[in-house]
């Protein structure tokens, strides 16, 4: 039996309820394949600050970094505004500790689902995408002033921040369709003429078997709802890649259907679903955790390299959505708990191999 360390960050929101729903299903991974997951609960964003001052503590940082992987459920909140410290700067500490560089937002359409999205079936139809959001440089990490009458944030990028991002998202088109488009603004800021200039050098120099198209983010915007079916791996900068990820995710009709994955070079990986704190439905029980549980599924492949067991929850969304099961932003009846419940329930069922977004790491 493996023994499996796993750090649960709740936060805020709904996130405690995501949360308990991940580890419901994980909790079934292992039952079914015999495993030990080892959950070690700790504070994030607008509890931290509740709790302690801080939006991430070191005790937080520490019990992150001697995990096997992190699970996040949401942070942040109006309760907060206004605040010397902010719910959402603990994320962005904590990514900045574990090194956390690459962030990986696949988004998928289910065919069950296709008529939830809020575009013609024949626009998403067969939609499989996959974002790459750089994740440590840019406007989020950038010195931040505040005058009387004004206020700045500076963008920056390194030529290594850039080129490891690259290398990332082009061995994953390498396992999908081939294509890498990189998005950016390149006819209007410098920090994005650098990135076209090092994509271009990445690509030419290390992956020429790679398609390579480089677009401005505001046609990449619109291509999205347009022609979401022309893009395989989107490869962007930390803003651009923030923007675009959340606009792709509710092509499948929901935001709470996408998961994601932060990772570095080394260490534990962040999990985490892409809806954020919904605190207008906290504590409801009305909350979709599909993804946070395709976040768990995440988890298990490029956390735990547990490769089965990650398909084994994939499989159990799909046949779970094709049975007809929804909660309440698909139209259905089901609350948060019955529906991870279910999940679970499949998971323990048999063990089948799911479709999932295919990428080398490490």
Same mark, same amino acid.
């Given at each position: ?293 395709? %976040?768990? @599924?995440?988890?298990?492949?490029? *956390?735990?390299? =547990?490769?089965?067991? !990650?398909? $084994?929850? #994939?499989? +159990?969304? /799909?046949?779970?959505?094709? %049975?007809? @099961?929804?909660?309440?932003?698909? *139209?259905?009846? =089901?609350?948060?708990? !019955?529906? $991870?419940? #279910?999940? +679970?329930? /499949? ?16």
């Amino acid at each position: 039996m493996k023994t499996f360390n796993i750090a649960l960050l709740p936060g805020d929101g709904v996130g405690p309820e995501v949360t308990r729903a991940a580890a419901e299903v994980l909790q079934a991974v292992a039952d079914r394949f015999h495993h030990r997951f080892v959950f070690d609960t700790h504070l994030i964003g607008g509890a931290a600050i509740d709790a302690t001052g801080e939006p991430l503590t070191q005790e937080t940082v520490v019990a992150c970094r001697e995990a096997n992987a992190v699970f996040l459920g949401a942070v942040g909140g109006p309760r907060w505004e206004g605040g010397p410290r902010r719910p959402e700067q603990g994320l962005l500490e904590l990514r900045k500790a574990l090194g956390l560089f690459a962030n990986i937002r696949p988004v998928r359409i289910y065919d069950a689902l296709i008529d939830c999205s809020p575009l013609r079936r024949g626009v998403v139809a067969d939609v499989d995408l996959v974002v790459f959001r750089e994740l440590t440089g840019g406007l989020y990490f950038g010195d931040k002033r505040r005058g009387e009458d004004f206020a700045s944030d500076q963008c920056i990028y390194s030529v290594e921040e850039i080129e490891r991002i690259a290398r990332a998202a082009f061995a994953a088109a390498r396992t999908r369709r081939g294509k890498v488009t990189s998005v950016d603004k390149a006819n209007v800021l410098e920090t994005s003429r650098l990135w076209r200039e090092v994509v271009g050098r990445v690509h030419a120099q290390e992956f020429s078997d790679v398609r390579l198209e480089h677009a401005l983010v505001d046609s990449s915007a619109m291509q999205l709802i347009r022609q979401p079916r022309a893009y395989d791996v989107i490869l962007t900068e930390n803003m651009f890649g923030d923007i675009l990820s959340d606009e792709a995710s509710v092509l499948g009709g929901s935001i709470g259907l996408a998961p994601s994955a932060s990772l570095g070079a080394k260490g534990p990986g962040l999990f985490e679903p892409v809806h954020g704190s919904a605190p207008d439905i906290a504590g409801r029980d009305i909350c979709n955790p599909v993804g946070a549980v395709l %976040s768990a @599924a995440l988890l298990l492949r490029y *956390g735990l390299r =547990l490769l089965d067991e !990650a398909n $084994a929850v #994939e499989a +159990a969304v /799909e046949r779970v959505i094709d %049975s007809g @099961a929804r909660t309440a932003d698909l *139209g259905g009846s =089901l609350g948060c708990r !019955a529906m $991870a419940e #279910e999940i +679970a329930d /499949e998971v323990l069922k048999s063990v089948s191999h799911a479709h999932h977004v295919q990428m080398h790491w490490g």
